[in-house]
């Protein structure tokens, strides 16, 4: 884990007056933890991007940037599979989009980000509470953690073995074994991720939520497709 | 929590002279119950009653002022008014109490934080533990100190209990009678200002008499402390908490998913499972499970094997094993061929072993000790149906005959007969063998053997 990294992105949020992380900053906390991410690079200069010079690999996912817009997909911030043939007209497109919906929307430009392939979604997450200081989470996405709350905690820090435990905790384990037609999981590197997260989170004692949803469980590896990480005071 | 005051503690639950700082004549004020407990259950050290209205209470002198009593005093316990407390602790503080305990009320609980604030200041200063306020007091069976309001000591026994509620205390006093529930001490914490669990439960680490720690608790004063403390005193004994409040806390404003998952009862089961605490559903598995993890080794295996000697209730233990996460296994074909060589034809050498209605003592100790010597066995819960030929004191006898010879091997009993085999129980529960009327409570205390067993194997070593 890079903390001199993370250290330096955290200072840089706190001196801008925010919380909230851009979606490309947690991102690329995840990074320095050792956390995959798609590939992707955060444009504030739309008018310069020289899409030819653009070493990420089609189809493309686009999300704005803004301080205000949490919930991007609510607002039309987010546009999936898009060619690099069409990328500056779809990135002009939702900013204009975006700009009708939310005039007073601050935007600090966009996201654009390999798309990556489908897998079994799950979510890894930290909350520190005020009783019990930094705990992790994990869970499968969609209707597991939504409707049926499926999910398991720990107190972090935490090693291999609780982080795999509290995988097989859960109701919907049987589907990251494989379940018709679904191959399994890379079950090592979601307990990877999980004692990762637990031991920023303890490590960091600033941070009050991070949420990793989904992250992308292939039959190799996994890939987080969205991070948001949330400071206290 | 500084060592000064942590080693003062044993004063609190052994003191050798205690003074009860606004003790009456009045039998109907607290005052005089704690005196007159202290006199009535056996208490062997020094007491002394303060109050300046009074020369003698229960025929024992009476010193107006804590400052009066000629010897030392190791605890001062205050049972005066609220606004009268900061002067006689300060008087007690002077007199060099080690210890202090307040059962009187009226202080956070009620919104008066200012006043219990101040108490801690002084107590702290002076490197004083305090128990309370707003407590019933302090029992302890190991020397017939009954420090408190509450009617008669507890069963003795090897338990702590450590109970947030004054009341539950006092109410479950009779049920540890009843069950033979052994208690070592009955600590009742009341609003924490400066003792909690936390604190407790670090010193009872190396508390001698203590085998087993119970918790009744609402919530704790510092989550991740609890956590870090009980997860080091768990290598040593068993903790099991009972953890009341389980309804959810309303919607917490969370940004995140995490955040909003993240409920009190989750975080307390989150806390239980690091720290190896033993979680119980209610009073009545928390004594059931405080009772198993007091009296009998942790089980070091998955291999359980139930005796029984009627069908039903083997069915029955066989569901709950699967509920309680131990589910029964086939048990290997030397160890039945050894059994059915003992058991009638018409029973069952296969686990559950049905010894049938016939079985009579000698019946139960042949199979029991077969299964109790075999290496693959790692643990035995054994049902005892009352049958109309069979005397369940005899039954009960020998399996605690045979279980004598394999004491690294828990096993917990179930009689079932209501009144029928009130005698045989009491007789295992002092011959050390924890018994329950039902297939379920005795599986569930197996379970809690188990899980305690699982984070000894895991973190046991450790540091």
Same mark, same amino acid.
């Given at each position: 884990?890079?903390?001199?990294?993370?250290?330096?992105?955290?200072?840089?949020?706190?001196?801008?007056?925010?919380?909230?992380?851009?979606?490309?900053?947690?991102?690329?906390?995840?990074?320095?933890?050792?956390?995959?991410?798609?590939?992707?690079?955060?444009?504030?200069?739309?008018?310069?991007?020289?899409?030819?010079?653009?070493?990420?690999?089609?189809?493309?996912?686009?999300?704005?940037?803004?301080?205000?817009?949490?919930?991007?997909?609510?607002?039309?911030?987010?546009?999936?599979?898009?060619?690099?043939?069409?990328?500056?007209?779809?990135?002009?497109?939702?900013?204009?989009?975006?700009?009708?919906?939310?005039?007073?929307?601050?935007?600090?430009?966009?996201?654009?980000?390999?798309?990556?392939?489908?897998?079994?979604?799950?979510?890894?997450?930290?909350?520190?509470?005020?009783?019990?200081?930094?705990?992790?989470?994990?869970?499968?996405?969609?209707?597991?953690?939504?409707?049926?709350?499926?999910?398991?905690?720990?107190?972090?820090?935490?090693?291999?073995?609780?982080?795999?435990?509290?995988?097989?905790?859960?109701?919907?384990?049987?589907?990251?074994?494989?379940?018709?037609?679904?191959?399994?999981?890379?079950?090592?590197?979601?307990?990877?991720?999980?004692?990762?997260?637990?031991?920023?989170?303890?490590?960091?004692?600033?941070?009050?939520?991070?949420?990793?949803?989904?992250?992308?469980?292939?039959?190799?590896?996994?890939?987080?497709?969205?991070?948001?990480?949330?400071?206290?005071? | 929590?500084?060592?000064?005051?942590?080693?003062?503690?044993?004063?609190?639950?052994?003191?050798?002279?205690?003074?009860?700082?606004?003790?009456?004549?009045?039998?109907?004020?607290?005052?005089?119950?704690?005196?007159?407990?202290?006199?009535?259950?056996?208490?062997?050290?020094?007491?002394?009653?303060?109050?300046?209205?009074?020369?003698?209470?229960?025929?024992?002198?009476?010193?107006?002022?804590?400052?009066?009593?000629?010897?030392?005093?190791?605890?001062?316990?205050?049972?005066?008014?609220?606004?009268?407390?900061?002067?006689?602790?300060?008087?007690?503080?002077?007199?060099?109490?080690?210890?202090?305990?307040?059962?009187?009320?009226?202080?956070?609980?009620?919104?008066?934080?200012?006043?219990?604030?101040?108490?801690?200041?002084?107590?702290?200063?002076?490197?004083?533990?305090?128990?309370?306020?707003?407590?019933?007091?302090?029992?302890?069976?190991?020397?017939?100190?009954?420090?408190?309001?509450?009617?008669?000591?507890?069963?003795?026994?090897?338990?702590?209990?450590?109970?947030?509620?004054?009341?539950?205390?006092?109410?479950?006093?009779?049920?540890?009678?009843?069950?033979?529930?052994?208690?070592?001490?009955?600590?009742?914490?009341?609003?924490?200002?400066?003792?909690?669990?936390?604190?407790?439960?670090?010193?009872?680490?190396?508390?001698?008499?203590?085998?087993?720690?119970?918790?009744?608790?609402?919530?704790?004063?510092?989550?991740?402390?609890?956590?870090?403390?009980?997860?080091?005193?768990?290598?040593?004994?068993?903790?099991?908490?009972?953890?009341?409040?389980?309804?959810?806390?309303?919607?917490?404003?969370?940004?995140?998913?995490?955040?909003? +998952?993240? /409920?009190?009862?989750?975080?307390?089961? !989150?806390?239980?499972?690091? =720290? $190896? %605490?033993? *979680?119980? @559903?209610?009073? #009545?598995?928390?004594?059931?499970?405080?009772?198993?993890?007091?009296?009998?080794?942790? +089980?070091? /295996?998955?291999?359980?094997?139930?005796? !029984?000697?009627?069908?039903? =209730? $083997? %069915?029955? *233990?066989? @569901?709950?094993? #699967?509920?309680?996460?131990?589910?029964?296994?086939?048990?290997?074909?030397?160890?039945?061929?050894?059994?059915?060589?003992?058991?009638?034809?018409?029973?069952?050498?296969?686990?559950?072993?049905?010894?049938?209605?016939?079985?009579?003592?000698?019946?139960?100790?042949?199979?029991?000790?077969?299964?109790?010597?075999?290496?693959?066995?790692?643990?035995?819960?054994?049902?005892?149906?009352?049958?109309?030929?069979?005397?369940?004191?005899?039954?009960?006898?020998?399996?605690?005959?045979?279980?004598?010879?394999?004491?690294?091997?828990?096993?917990?009993?179930?009689?079932?007969?209501?009144?029928?085999?009130?005698?045989?129980?009491?007789?295992?529960?002092?011959?050390?063998?924890?018994?329950?009327?039902?297939?379920?409570?005795?599986?569930?205390?197996?379970?809690?053997?188990?899980?305690?067993?699982?984070?000894?194997?895991?973190?046991?070593?450790?540091?």
């Amino acid at each position: 884990m890079d903390e001199r990294g993370i250290r330096e992105i955290l200072d840089r949020v706190y001196k801008e007056g925010r919380k909230i992380l851009y979606e490309y900053e947690a991102k690329e906390i995840a990074r320095l933890i050792g956390i995959p991410t798609p590939k992707n690079y955060f444009i504030e200069d739309i008018d310069s991007l020289n899409i030819d010079n653009l070493d990420l690999k089609e189809p493309y996912v686009i999300k704005i940037v803004s301080p205000q817009i949490i919930h991007k997909s609510d607002v039309g911030g987010v546009v999936l599979n898009v060619s690099r043939e069409n990328l500056k007209r779809e990135i002009l497109n939702m900013i204009e989009n975006i700009k009708s919906k939310m005039p007073d929307a601050e935007i600090k430009g966009v996201l654009v980000e390999e798309m990556a392939e489908k897998g079994v979604e799950t979510i890894v997450g930290l909350v520190k509470d005020p009783q019990f200081g930094p705990v992790v989470m994990f869970g499968l996405g969609g209707i597991f953690v939504e409707v049926y709350r499926d999910v398991s905690f720990r107190l972090a820090p935490l090693d291999i073995d609780e982080a795999l435990s509290m995988i097989k905790e859960v109701k919907a384990y049987k589907i990251l074994k494989g379940y018709r037609g679904i191959p399994p999981s890379d079950i090592e590197a979601i307990a990877d991720v999980i004692v990762k997260v637990g031991e920023f989170g303890y490590k960091f004692q600033e941070v009050n939520e991070l949420d990793i949803n989904p992250l992308m469980a292939y039959p190799n590896g996994v890939n987080a497709l969205d991070v948001r990480i949330i400071l206290g005071d | 929590m500084e060592r000064e005051i942590k080693e003062k503690i044993k004063y609190l639950l052994y003191p050798e002279s205690v003074a009860v700082i606004g003790a009456s004549r009045n039998p109907k004020k607290i005052g005089f119950q704690v005196v007159y407990n202290l006199i009535k259950d056996g208490y062997k050290g020094r007491i002394y009653p303060i109050n300046p209205n009074a020369d003698e209470i229960l025929g024992l002198k009476c010193y107006p002022n804590i400052l009066d009593v000629p010897g030392e005093v190791d605890l001062a316990m205050i049972v005066v008014p609220a606004s009268k407390v900061l002067d006689v602790l300060r008087d007690s503080i002077e007199k060099g109490v080690k210890a202090v305990a307040i059962i009187t009320s009226g202080f956070s609980e009620i919104g008066n934080k200012e006043l219990e604030d101040a108490i801690v200041d002084m107590c702290r200063k002076n490197k004083i533990p305090l128990l309370g306020p707003n407590i019933v007091g302090v029992l302890n069976t190991d020397h017939n100190m009954n420090l408190s309001f509450c009617p008669n000591l507890p069963f003795k026994g090897r338990i702590t209990f450590i109970t947030q509620s004054g009341a539950l205390a006092i109410g479950l006093i009779g049920w540890t009678w009843a069950s033979r529930i052994g208690i070592s001490k009955l600590v009742s914490i009341g609003n924490m200002a400066m003792l909690g669990f936390e604190e407790l439960i670090e010193y009872l680490e190396e508390d001698m008499d203590t085998d087993a720690i119970l918790l009744y608790m609402e919530g704790v004063k510092n989550g991740r402390l609890f956590a870090e403390v009980s997860r080091n005193v768990s290598r040593k004994k068993p903790i099991i908490a009972i953890k009341a409040g389980k309804s959810e806390r309303g919607a917490k404003a969370a940004a995140s998913h995490t955040g909003s +998952l993240a /409920g009190n009862v989750m975080l307390y089961e !989150t806390a239980f499972k690091y =720290a $190896g %605490v033993v *979680s119980a @559903d209610g009073l #009545e598995d928390g004594f059931d499970k405080a009772l198993a993890l007091s009296l009998q080794p942790p +089980l070091k /295996g998955d291999n359980i094997v139930v005796v !029984t000697n009627g069908g039903g =209730a $083997g %069915v029955l *233990s066989s @569901d709950y094993a #699967e509920t309680f996460g131990i589910p029964l296994r086939d048990i290997p074909v030397d160890l039945m061929d050894t059994v059915k060589n003992l058991i009638p034809p018409f029973g069952s050498p296969k686990n559950p072993i049905d010894l049938t209605g016939n079985a009579y003592r000698d019946d139960y100790i042949r199979v029991l000790d077969a299964v109790l010597r075999h290496p693959w066995v790692d643990g035995v819960v054994s049902i005892y149906v009352h049958a109309a030929i069979t005397d369940p004191v005899e039954i009960a006898d020998g399996i605690a005959y045979v279980w004598k010879n394999y004491r690294e091997k828990p096993i917990t009993v179930c009689m079932i007969g209501g009144r029928e085999v009130l005698v045989a129980n009491t007789w295992l529960r002092d011959n050390g063998i924890p018994v329950y009327p039902t297939p379920k409570r005795a599986m569930a205390a197996m379970a809690a053997l188990r899980e305690y067993g699982r984070f000894l194997e895991r973190y046991g070593n450790e540091g």
